[in-house]
């Protein structure tokens, strides 16, 4: 989902009125990051605070290039990492994890292996139908046993677009709720839905009602289900105990556009990139009678923040000795408060940008190689800024670009080298990116080693449904992603 997707941020065809009243009763962060432009990345950075570069969530395989978790990734979350749900435990709360994981999906990686006490989805994301020989569908959980997969017990239609997944995973997390709240539990929700990835999909009631095409049916969906959630937790009266956080693991993905691509606003470029399209998210606090309602933070806001203001909420510390990235966000949420900080933009092992206060330094910029962009695969369609929006990996750590994020949100006017605001940029720029990079210790990376024998053949439960496939024979090898 794009930071321009929802009608509070200026989508035009204003069809997301259950998260603008979630913005008219809480807090609007306009300058809130994914911590990558990329799922996996971004999503072990939310539930460990901590960049990928730290947790392992990057590939060495190659200088800039972004990695997730494809179904033949040996790698994933290393136990050495303390997750958000593992934390919570210690004080009582109860955690579910519905929809996309993408953390690994071997056995050591399994969400309850990592603090979570159910799951309802799928490792990955939901790409298919394949053949269940060269690639098996993706396996569809309920915790530790697959109980179908995507396109045959949960069938997307690629034609229509019609999917009920977005209704599953609502009905599982209203259930969960009231679970919890019938047992006086406290609890941590991670309502992980993927309807807006392509091929994104709708239920019937919503599919061809939007304006926007297909993606705008799938928002819809999503819209609705987070009204009728925020309703549980009113009519359960838990509306003032619950904290709830709306966001997205990174922009909308342009290289689907138009039919299954969202909007990122005025930003440049998309998913995949380290402009401001592919990681400013659209981001809602709500927590009525707390947070005062209709604010907007000028927070330089991040998706890690999410972990360690969750610790805070349930009273909970970061480990000791452990670097974190996240910042608690509770004085901004609560008191207005403004905290600077450093965002720095990653793309798999290589330092791509940093933001610190309203200027962003841009290190190296890359969108794709030449080569993938002349086979049509366009992560900047329309958009074409000389010298910013490059198809080869150009270095400027000697000399960076820098941009004013509030004058020119699009990244299109670079600062002139030789303006004293330059000059004074860099020297605040600088020393925090120079800290940043002397103290950093990248964890062992994960995103390196792929092997079609480790894909999903013959998850638990397979036997029940008569489900095991055979495993193409195959030995490791580097993987190898786009250029
Ligand atoms: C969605 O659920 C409805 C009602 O149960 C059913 O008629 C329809 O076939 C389902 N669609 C898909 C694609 O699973
Ligand atoms: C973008 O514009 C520059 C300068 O006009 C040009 O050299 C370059 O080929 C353009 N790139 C694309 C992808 O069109």
């Given at each position: 989902m794009g930071w321009g997707d929802l009608g509070v941020y200026g989508e035009p065809s204003r069809e997301t009125p259950n998260l603008d009243r979630v913005a008219a009763e809480g807090m609007l962060f306009p300058s809130f990051y994914s911590a990558n432009p990329l799922c996996s990345p971004s999503r072990a950075a939310l539930l460990t605070g901590r960049l990928p570069i730290r947790n392992g969530f990057y590939t060495t395989n190659a200088h800039a290039k972004n990695a997730?978790?494809?179904?033949?990734?040996?790698?994933?979350?290393?136990?050495?990492?303390?997750?958000?749900?593992?934390?919570?435990?210690?004080?009582?709360?109860?955690?579910?994890?519905?929809?996309?994981?993408?953390?690994?999906?071997?056995?050591?990686?399994?969400?309850?292996?990592?603090?979570?006490?159910?799951?309802?989805?799928?490792?990955n994301c939901?790409?298919?139908?394949?053949?269940?020989?060269?690639?098996?569908?993706?396996p569809v959980y309920r915790d530790w046993e697959m109980v179908g997969r995507y396109y045959e017990e949960f069938p997307i239609n690629r034609e229509t677009g019609e999917a009920n997944l977005t209704q599953i995973y609502l009905q599982e997390a209203l259930d969960f709720i009231k679970k919890q709240q019938a047992k006086a539990r406290p609890f941590f929700l991670y309502w992980?839905?993927?309807?807006?990835?392509?091929?994104?999909?709708?239920?019937?009631?919503?599919?061809?009602?939007?304006?926007?095409?297909?993606?705008?049916?799938?928002?819809?969906e999503i819209d609705d289900s987070v009204g009728r959630l925020l309703g549980l937790l009113r009519g359960l009266g838990i509306a003032e105990r619950t904290f709830v956080f709306f966001t997205s693991d990174n922009g909308a993905a342009l290289v689907s556009a138009p039919q299954h691509a969202g909007s990122n606003g005025p930003f440049l470029c998309g998913k995949q990139t380290t402009f401001e399209g592919g990681v400013r998210e659209p981001a809602l606090a709500w927590w009525p009678g707390h947070i005062p309602a209709g604010q907007v933070s000028h927070q330089l806001g991040s998706l890690m923040d999410l972990f360690t203001t969750s610790l805070a909420l349930a009273g909970l510390k970061p480990p000791s000795n452990w670097t974190i990235d996240g910042l608690d966000l509770l004085p901004a949420l609560l008191q207005g408060k403004l905290m600077d900080r450093p965002v720095f933009y990653y793309r798999g092992d290589t330092l791509m940008a940093v933001t610190l206060g309203q200027h962003k330094a841009h290190f190296w910029t890359w969108t794709n190689s030449w080569e993938e962009f002349r086979k049509g695969v366009d992560f900047c369609p329309g958009q074409n800024v000389s010298g910013v929006t490059t198809h080869t990996l150009e270095e400027h750590t000697k000399l960076p670009l820098i941009f004013h994020l509030g004058r020119d949100p699009g990244e299109r006017f670079p600062l002139n080298f030789a303006s004293t605001e330059y000059q004074e940029a860099l020297g605040r720029i600088g020393p925090a990116v120079q800290q940043h990079q002397e103290t950093l210790v990248p964890g062992e990376p994960q995103l390196n080693v792929c092997d079609p024998a480790v894909m999903n053949w013959a998850p638990p439960g397979c036997e029940k449904l008569g489900k095991c496939l055979k495993p193409a024979l195959s030995a490791p090898e580097k993987c190898s992603w786009p250029h």
């Open positions: 997730y978790t494809p179904q033949e990734i040996v790698g994933g979350i290393p136990d050495s990492e303390h997750l958000l749900p593992e934390l919570l435990r210690e004080a009582g709360y109860a955690s579910k994890i519905v929809g996309k994981w993408h953390l690994g999906h071997r056995p050591q990686f399994h969400p309850l292996r990592h603090g979570f006490d159910e799951w309802f989805g799928s490792p939901h790409f298919g139908p394949y053949d269940n020989k060269a690639r098996p569908n993706i992980a839905i993927d309807a807006t990835h392509a091929p994104v999909y709708a239920s019937k009631p919503f599919l061809g009602t939007s304006q926007r095409g297909q993606y705008g049916d799938a928002m819809r």
